[in-house]
């Protein structure tokens, strides 16, 4: 009687590849395998030093295809919603690089910025670096959300509405007051009026003063009007720095002050060319 050769952990991955899979989880190829935990760590371990396997998180396994070899990982947007499934936790892909993937953005964006209710720590892969930033209430951004095709798949990209409001709203890592405005020039001519004043309730008042201000600033006026309509309903509309980053600063000029948008302005901003 022959007997049936056990398959391998290296013919796992091909197998998966072949089937247009990148991703797998720990406990799917143990079953699949019918080996033990230790064992298939111990195959897994193997190939991560060939560089052929990446581990992510825990559990979570994503296969290195012979041409990603050198780069030491496939583009994370094949495998963002299995790992974030396997999280267990709603995302979607914004910020700068959602601006990229609409067409919107005037340099290499190095980091691949994912929003989410969980806080994660970053990761590397490869040449990738996958950050994470923490947004609770992302129920109420679902009709912003939307599904991007890949080789591979999809995956949650935010609209260009939200990508918008997201770069003011996480400023600190969107880059100059200068390249935000730059990419809102491209980016605010792909943006809905109505969608924007949708989402509008779901921001602060102050991402909302500035992004109005920017808007009219790159010459994308129906945009900013559907957010200074919105603006309307509000009694009271503090004074908010264009830029946040410029509240300290002594400086000696006086900055200008937007009464459309109740921004103070210390200096206008440059766009790149």
Known sequence: MMLRSRRTLASYLTDLLAGGRISFTRDEAIAELEVTSR??????????KKGQLLNPRHGFYVVVPPQYLVRGAPPPQWYIDDLMEHEGHPYYVGLLK?????GASHQAVMQFQIVTDKRMPKIRAGRSILSFFYRKEIGALSGAI?????????????????????????????????????????????????????LAPAFERSVIQRLGYLLDYVKHSQAAESLHAYLQNEKLLPWVELDPSKRSSKTRKPPERDTRWNVLVHRRPELDQ
Do not use: N
Not at 39 to 48: N, T, V
Not at 98 to 102: D, F, G, K, V
Not at 147 to 160: A, E, I, M, N, V
Not at 177 to 188: M, P, R
């Open 146 to 198: 939307v599904d991007h095709k890949t080789d591979t798949g999809r995956f949650k990209l935010s609209s260009p509405e939200l990508t918008g409001l997201d770069l003011l709203r996480y400023m600190h890592v969107t880059g100059t007051i200068d390249s935000i405005a730059t990419v809102l020039s491209d980016l605010g001519a792909k943006m809905k009026a109505h969608e924007l004043q949708k």
């Open 39 to 48: 064992g298939f760590l111990a195959a897994a371990k193997r190939l991560q």
């Open 98 to 102: 959602a601006a990229e993937i609409h």
